[in-house]
């Protein structure tokens, strides 16, 4: 099994909608949960990062963690076409950073 | 721009050949990481340094891959005697010590034929 889980879709959803995008992970050891974007042959792009269990706002970005529950998701509202990429959650037990990915959710926003 | 620069953006090599790629990161971070990425899969860390001292190596990172930072300001990542197998995505990040925040590269792109 897999540290961090992730669907990788494609999800593809309307222009405007309310996207949500989900990684589970097994081990409670993770205490920094980011998630990243990546453009086809791109490098990954830092979205959000946080560390508490909670919710974290950015704009049009909430970035939820759920600790007792090892669950961690990104809201996207008034999604974009723009937004269609690959959506990657990324998870650090400690501050050597070494991060543990999941395998990333390809994204569509349909105009 | 500011960023993390890669070199070269795309590589196709022989099977055998050595190839050698850089990474320039943000000028002010003095961590600097290499992971490799193949299609439909997240970045796998491969090694990091903090200014010019490798700090950790992943298991992942054979005897043919060698990294290093001489300055503590760019770095390489050669792997010598390419298999197919080596074919990904190679990226580059880099972030201040303490900081989980990591800013990545564009990535170099391997094929190795």
């Known amino acids: 099994q897999k540290e961090v889980e992730q669907d990788p879709g494609p999800l593809s959803v309307p222009e405007g909608a309310i996207v949500s995008l989900n990684c589970t992970y097994s081990n409670s050891a993770f205490q920094y949960f980011m998630w990243y974007r990546q453009y086809s042959r791109k490098g990954p792009e830092l979205l959000m990062y946080t560390y508490s269990s909670g919710n974290k706002e950015d704009g049009r970005f909430t970035a939820q963690v759920d600790k007792s529950s090892k669950y961690i998701s990104l809201f996207i509202r008034d999604s974009q076409p723009s937004d269609s990429a690959t959506y990657l959650c990324?998870?650090?037990?400690?501050?050597?950073?070494?991060?543990?990915w999941g395998a990333g959710t390809k994204l569509i926003i349909k105009p | 721009d500011t960023g993390v620069s890669q070199d070269p953006r795309h590589k196709i090599t022989k099977r055998g050949q050595n190839v050698t790629f850089r990474c320039d990161p943000i000028s002010e971070h003095n961590r600097l990481y290499w992971y490799r990425q193949t299609l439909g899969q997240g970045p796998e860390f491969l090694t990091y340094?903090?200014?010019?001292?490798?700090?950790?190596k992943s298991r992942l990172l054979s005897d043919r891959f060698s990294a290093e930072r001489p300055k503590g300001s760019f770095s390489t990542l050669e792997i010598q005697r390419t298999e197919q197998g080596d074919s990904a995505m190679y990226l580059c990040a880099s972030s201040f010590s303490g900081r989980t925040e990591a800013f990545f590269g564009q990535g170099t792109r391997l094929t190795v034929v």
């Open positions: 340094f903090q200014n010019e001292a490798q700090l950790e």
């Open positions: 990324a998870l650090e037990k400690d501050s050597n950073y070494q991060l543990i």
